[in-house]
């Protein structure tokens, strides 16, 4: 059985994901234990006095919030993810598009585009103007199918593929620290 040979992440979309891991996790850590500051630390038997130990906190935020933005920054700058070809091959496999004994060179792709969601595109080899495309008989005309074809595709995907968990999942571990601390502050709030 060959396996499919991934490009590896670039070194410096690795080193921003694993500083917003890190970061993330530790601030999740420290909301779930209830962590305080306290005014002093000893570091290698020097002893340190902090006037103001939440100010800690709230510099573990900028440094969260700045990881965010250069992990964000770097995956821009990575090539196809997969992610996208995946969940569009995914789409397409819903759809009963080729009839194995006839080829009229009909051929099929999905497009990701607001407010549509996605469309279902089709290009005919033999009658069509070769830069002319359009959207297809087949495509599905409920919203709310495609957004739950969609929703379905992307978790198939996460399920199954490794690159959502290498790309996507820091974007939801860097979610729960700030869902613990707005959750607190409007828990903090109502009583």
């Given at each position: ?89 995914w789409?397409?496999?819903r ?14 792709w ?54 959502f ?27």
């Open positions: 059985m060959s396996q499919k040979k991934r490009d590896p992440m670039g070194a410096d979309l690795l080193r921003q994901r694993r500083n917003l891991l890190i970061t993330s996790l530790g601030l999740a850590a420290a909301q779930l234990a209830g962590a305080t500051f306290q005014g002093s630390a000893s570091i290698f038997g020097a002893g340190i006095i902090f006037e103001e130990p939440v100010n800690l906190l709230y510099g573990t935020w900028v440094l969260w919030g700045y990881f965010l933005l250069r992990y964000w920054q770097y995956l821009g700058e990575e090539g196809d993810l997969g992610i996208s070809k995946a969940v569009s091959a789409l397409l496999a759809f009963d598009l080729y009839n194995d004994d006839y080829d009229d060179g009909t051929r099929y999905v497009g990701f585009r607001l407010p549509d969601i996605w469309i279902l595109y089709e290009y005919n080899e033999k009658r069509d103007d070769p830069d002319m495309s359009s959207k297809s008989s087949l495509d599905v005309q409920s919203f709310l199918v495609k957004i739950f074809l969609l929703t379905r595709a992307y978790m198939v995907v996460a399920w199954k593929t490794p690159r968990t290498d790309y996507m999942l820091p974007f939801f571990v860097a979610a729960f620290p700030l869902a613990f601390t707005i959750f607190r502050l409007i828990a903090s709030n109502q009583s």
